[in-house]
């Protein structure tokens, strides 16, 4: 049953009925504590109401489960980029570049912190790399800082 309660809840995010699809997982995690995509699914529903620390709870539970979680731990980038902790940011996306140096999502989202603390030169080599594995990204290409 859970996951018809997952598909009802994510339903309802999609139609933009946040808080009803909060109270959704809610049920599902407290039949099931550790449902890894409840408790990503929240806490990505909470920073769309602009809930950090409530949605930050929720990722860190869910890492704490499965700390190499790479869904979770590029939401949590994006929800460090969002609250100004950019350096909290940076450093898991090192961790994951660490393993995997060309994923790029987290190359992009690498380069936006790097932009944001005015570390152009780091920004551009992030740019080179992401261009030499899609060498025809316009949007990319956009970003040099010259």
């Not at 309802?12 to 407290?30: H, N, S, V």
């Not at 990722?59 to 869904?71: A, C, E, T, V």
């Amino acid at each position: 049953m859970i996951m018809g309660n997952i598909d009802n809840a994510n339903f309802l995010f999609l139609e933009k009925k946040i808080k009803d699809a909060i109270t959704e997982y809610t049920q599902i995690l407290d039949e099931d504590p550790t449902n890894l995509i409840a408790l990503n699914n929240i806490g990505y529903a909470l920073t769309k109401i602009k809930k950090f620390d409530d949605a930050l709870k929720y990722y860190d539970k869910s890492l704490r489960i499965k700390p190499d979680d790479q869904i979770v731990l590029v939401n949590k980038i994006s929800l460090f980029r969002k609250t100004g902790k950019f350096q909290d940011a940076i450093e898991i996306c090192n961790k994951i570049l660490d393993i995997r140096p060309n994923e790029l999502i987290v190359l992009y989202h690498k380069l936006r912190l790097l932009k944001k603390l005015n570390m152009y030169e780091e920004s551009n080599k992030i740019c080179n790399k992401i261009l030499s594995i899609y060498p025809n990204n316009i949007e990319i290409k956009n970003e040099f800082i010259k």
